[in-house]
């Protein structure tokens, strides 16, 4: 398909830092290109100190948004006009609208989990979930699993200086959404049984098992997956971590991050563009599992 840059193409862009090796200029141009649109997608390293001159920058030159990803998800927010609801609960934001001069920040991240758990053909709205971790995927995988329906989640995390911090966010998700949100002691290890034993799906959005420490899982005795529970992994690399082949041993059905990853562009690009990034394509070319 022709593509040219002319004198209307519209920008957007990743912020963060390392960004070399993100896909996300891949997967963004490849899709602007399929659908014929004008807009071009680049990378900027971008470190929190210059964050500030960085995107001001941008909005005066026009750009009409931006994804952020590590460490800029959070500093991010005192620059912007507005956040989504999911934003704001999440207290992370990785897209950026740029709209009549207006900053709105999106949280797209829970969007891209939720969507994958869809497309690998599990319902859990109205279930239980077992959430491992409480850092920034996690958290915008509760909001939006909180918001979508899902009927409690049980967060598991080490009892460390974020504690008080997360059990706040965990009252705050449970009074603003209705779906019961509780914390406990990853080490616990007889309570990580019991909810496991309750729960539809087990998602594990700690860092526990990604390259280069593939040897290890978060989960103490792989006996406490039952073969009712869909076992979900947000890591990518590897594309099935220790615990995914645990829970396959166990006759649980898997499922690893890269569609979240996936989606969460998506989502990115509909806000954007207002147009359905041709999923297909994009999958078949950079996200074959
Ligand atoms: P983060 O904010 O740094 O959070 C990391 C989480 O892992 C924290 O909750 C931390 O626990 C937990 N953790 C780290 N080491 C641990 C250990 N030894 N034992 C128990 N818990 C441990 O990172 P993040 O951005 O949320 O990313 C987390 C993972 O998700 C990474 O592997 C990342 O690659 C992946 N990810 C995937 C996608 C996707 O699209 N598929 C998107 C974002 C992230 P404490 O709270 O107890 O400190």
């Given at each position: 398909?022709?593509?040219?840059?002319?004198g209307?193409?519209?920008?957007?862009?990743l912020?963060?830092?390392?960004?070399?090796?993100?896909?996300?200029?891949?997967?963004?141009?490849?899709?602007?290109?399929?659908?014929?649109?004008?807009?071009?997608?680049?990378?900027?390293?971008?470190?929190?100190?210059?964050?500030?001159?960085?995107?001001?920058g941008?909005?005066?030159?026009?750009?009409?948004?931006?994804?952020?990803?590590?460490?800029?998800?959070?500093?991010?927010?005192?620059?912007?006009?507005e956040?989504?609801?999911?934003?704001?609960?999440?207290?992370?934001?990785?897209?950026?609208?740029?709209?009549?001069?207006q900053?709105?920040?999106?949280?797209?991240?829970?969007?891209?989990?939720?969507?994958?758990?869809?497309?690998?053909?599990?319902h859990?709205?109205?279930?239980?979930?077992?959430?491992?971790?409480?850092g920034?995927a996690?958290?915008?995988?509760?909001?939006?699993?909180?918001?979508?329906?899902?009927?409690?989640?049980?967060?598991?995390?080490?009892?460390?200086?974020?504690?008080?911090?997360?059990?706040?966010?965990c009252?705050?998700?449970?009074?603003?959404?209705g779906?019961?949100?509780?914390?406990?002691?990853?080490?616990?290890h007889?309570?990580l049984?019991?909810?496991?034993?309750?729960?539809?799906?087990?998602?594990?959005a700690?860092?526990?098992?990604?390259?280069?420490?593939i040897?290890?899982?978060?989960?103490?005795?792989?006996?406490?997956?039952?073969?009712?529970?869909?076992?979900?992994?947000?890591?990518?690399?590897?594309?099935e971590?220790?615990?995914?082949?645990?829970?396959?041993?166990?006759?649980?059905a898997?499922?690893?991050?890269?569609?979240?990853?996936l989606?969460?562009?998506?989502?990115?690009?509909?806000?954007?563009?207002?147009?359905?990034m041709?999923?297909?394509?994009i999958?078949?070319?950079?996200?074959?599992?």
């Amino acid at each position: 398909m022709n593509f040219e840059i002319t004198g209307k193409t519209k920008l957007t862009a990743l912020l963060g830092s390392p960004v070399a090796h993100s896909i996300s200029p891949q997967m963004h141009n490849e899709a602007f290109r399929q659908i014929g649109l004008d807009y071009i997608y680049l990378a900027f390293d971008v470190n929190p100190e210059n964050l500030k001159t960085v995107v001001m920058g941008l909005k005066t030159a026009g750009i009409c948004g931006f994804n952020l990803t590590m460490p800029l998800k959070v500093h991010i927010i005192p620059l912007l006009d507005e956040l989504t609801p999911a934003a704001r609960l999440a207290g992370a934001v990785n897209t950026v609208i740029i709209k009549d001069q207006q900053m709105i920040g999106h949280t797209t991240d829970g969007i891209g989990y939720m969507r994958s758990v869809s497309d690998a053909g599990y319902h859990i709205i109205g279930k239980k979930m077992t959430l491992l971790g409480a850092g920034g995927a996690a958290t915008a995988i509760c909001v939006q699993a909180a918001l979508d329906g899902v009927a409690s989640i049980d967060i598991f995390k080490r009892k460390n200086n974020s504690w008080d911090k997360v059990n706040a966010f965990c009252t705050q998700v449970t009074s603003e959404t209705g779906c019961v949100v509780r914390l406990f002691d990853i080490e616990n290890h007889s309570l990580l049984a019991k909810s496991l034993s309750e729960s539809a799906i087990l998602t594990n959005a700690t860092n526990l098992g990604m390259a280069p420490d593939i040897s290890c899982s978060p989960i103490p005795d792989i006996t406490m997956l039952h073969k009712d529970l869909i076992v979900s992994d947000i890591i990518y690399n590897p594309k099935e971590t220790l615990l995914l082949k645990q829970a396959k041993k166990q006759g649980c059905a898997t499922f690893n991050g890269l569609y979240m990853l996936l989606y969460q562009g998506a989502a990115a690009f509909s806000c954007w563009t207002g147009k359905e990034m041709p999923i297909e394509i994009i999958k078949k070319k950079y996200f074959s599992n």
